[in-house]
């Protein structure tokens, strides 16, 4: 098992490259103009981005809390509740819910603040604030929620929506 001492930073160093690798892509799929365009999981572009940006929204309340967790709130689409343990369907639809009419500008510079405020509180904690297990985090730590930012940005959306981006990439944009 890795030290907690080495594992903060390289945590952290993974989550620059992923903010990296995302500015990346968003950047390709605005420049193909396929912010819009349906993906193999039937969202857009900007609603997969609302949907990363709305839980980077409970990572932030989490670190905006630390580290002792007063005033823990979670965002208005939660129900204020912490919704990690609510139903995945019914969380995603208030996601979408309340993204609903935003432009790609507004989703997208959502998403860009929000990931650069999760950098920027993180890199500001100490080790032990982030290694040391919380009682209002169920025993986990600030470095377990960082990690599930990044496994959530990076595991379970980057890898299929950069195949669906390489995939989009010879197409001709469409334009009406």
Same mark, same amino acid.
């Given at each position: 098992m890795t030290a907690p001492h080495v594992l903060a930073p390289r945590v952290l160093a993974e989550l620059r490259r992923e903010f990296q690798a995302?500015?990346?892509?968003?950047?390709?799929?605005?420049?193909?103009?396929?912010?819009?365009?349906?993906?193999?999981?039937?969202?857009? =572009?900007?609603?997969?981005?609302?949907?990363?940006?709305?839980?980077?929204?409970?990572?932030? $309340? +989490?670190?905006? &809390? @630390?580290?002792?967790?007063?005033?823990?709130?979670?965002?208005? =689409?939660?129900?204020?509740?912490?919704?990690?343990?609510?139903?995945?369907?019914?969380?995603? $639809? +208030?996601?979408? &819910? @309340?993204?609903?009419?935003?432009?790609?500008?507004?989703s997208h510079a959502a998403w860009e603040h929000g990931f650069a405020e999760v950098l920027e509180r993180a890199q500001a904690l100490s080790e032990d604030d982030l290694t040391r297990p919380r009682a209002w985090l169920d025993g986990y730590t600030l470095l377990d929620v960082l990690r599930g930012t990044l496994a959530h940005h990076r595991e379970e959306h980057r890898l299929g929506a950069q195949r669906w981006l390489d995939s989009q990439a010879g197409r001709a944009p469409v334009t009406f």
């Open positions: 995302w500015q990346a892509m968003n950047a390709q799929a605005e420049r193909l103009h396929l912010t819009e365009t349906r993906m193999q999981n039937a969202w857009t =572009w900007r609603e997969l981005l609302a949907h990363l940006t709305a839980w980077q929204e409970v990572t932030l $309340a +989490r670190l905006r &809390a @630390a580290p002792d967790g007063a005033g823990l709130t979670y965002p208005a =689409w939660a129900g204020r509740q912490n919704p990690d343990g609510q139903d995945l369907n019914t969380v995603n $639809a +208030r996601i979408q &819910a @309340a993204a609903q009419g935003q432009s790609w500008q507004q």
